[in-house]
């Protein structure tokens, strides 16, 4: 529902735990089922993201296919605050900048 006033969005990690954290004005979905397509979208978001930092990439199932989004630097083009600060400080933990870069 991308684009509607029903959107959501979750944040997970590569284990599919939801890390609970919201964005303003973006709701949380009530399903926390990973999609049979998983493995695949994780397959394909390692190549699609290889010597990437940092990357989000974006996917989209419709009628069990998976289809490719797009590849995202900065979320909300870096302006969509976190309603918890920690969440932020969170995400950039996961982001490791080699020293020789």
Known sequence: DRGLDSHTQDFYDCNWNNLHIRQT???LSSGDEPPKQLEEMMRLSRILSEGMIHIRVDWY?????LYFGELTFFDGAGFTNFIDKK???LL???IHIPKNR
């Open 87 to 89: 969440d932020d400080l």
């Open 25 to 27: 004005g973006v709701e």
């Open 92 to 94: 950039g933990s996961y």
């Open 61 to 65: 199932i419709i009628q069990d296919r």
